[in-house]
T-cell receptor
Framework: EDKVVQSPLSLVVHEGDTVTLNCSYE??????LLWYKQEKKAPTFLFML????IEKKSGRLSSILDKKELFSILNITATQTGDSAVYLC??????????????FGQGTILTVHP | GAVVSQHPSRVICKSGTSVKIECRSL??????MFWYRQFPKQSLMLMAT?????????EQGVEKDKFLINHASLTLSTLTVTSAHPEDSSFYIC????????????FGPGTRLTVL
């Protein structure tokens, strides 16, 4: 059974701080790891990672994958109050009937105070 | 990016009634749609996968006779919660993939179901 564990479960910081969110996983036939941001509604896509060691960046957010150690991190620099959300990590397996089936971690609740 | 809508966004119903939730891909053809459930302070749990024109595949522990899924067209899937009970109260989210953006899943905004 595929498994995703995120840490920490919650984090409280002040604006301007840098945060690192962790995601470790176990999956049969790994295809990709995805990061999502969830506010009050459904998740919004942040990153899809398929290869080790290649950092993906989008503004103040960046993420990297280590397929040998089976984990990923999501970094947010110069945090803002608008970054407050639940950050979800999910893994997707390859092939057959499992294609596209995402297994989500518990999420990290990030709270950024002004 | 592609847009997925859900209707209704919020529904309150009495115990024992059935509720239908629609998931539509607005600007692409969704060959596959997924239905998730999210209880408060918990993560998303996949309930079922539906491919257009075929029967849905349910995850272990999800009752297919209670959660009826229909994916009759490339832009519409429906989830019907039959004989709803208070424990079915949850946030139901669909996602869709297909077309040239097949590598990504696009999530709908979710439907909050409250069963009294």
């Amino acid at each position: 059974e595929d498994k995703v564990v995120q840490s920490p479960l919650s984090l409280v910081v002040h604006e301007g701080d840098t945060v690192t969110l962790n995601c470790s996983y176990e999956v049969t036939n790994f295809r990709s790891l995805l990061w999502y941001k969830q506010e009050k509604k459904a998740p919004t896509f942040l990153f899809m990672l398929t290869s080790s060691g290649i950092e993906k960046k989008s503004g103040r957010l960046s993420s990297i994958l280590d397929k040998k150690e089976l984990f990923s991190i999501l970094n947010i620099t110069a945090t803002q109050t608008g970054d407050s959300a639940v950050y979800l990590c999910a893994v997707e397996p390859f092939g057959g009937t499992s294609y596209g089936k995402l297994t989500f971690g518990q999420g990290t609740i990030l709270t950024v105070h002004p | 990016g592609a847009v997925v809508s859900q209707h209704p966004s919020r529904v309150i119903c009495k115990s024992g009634t059935s509720v239908k939730i629609e998931c539509r891909s607005l600007d692409f053809q969704a060959t596959t749609m997924f239905w998730y459930r999210q209880f408060p302070k918990q993560s998303l749990m996949l309930m079922a996968t539906s491919n257009e024109g075929s029967k849905a595949t349910y995850e272990q522990g999800v009752e297919k006779d209670k959660f009826l899924i229909n994916h009759a067209s490339l832009t519409l899937s429906t989830l019907t919660v039959t004989s709803a009970h208070p424990e079915d109260s949850s946030f139901y989210i669909c996602s869709a993939r297909g077309g040239v953006l097949y590598n990504e899943q696009f999530f709908g905004p979710g439907t909050r179901l409250t069963v009294l």
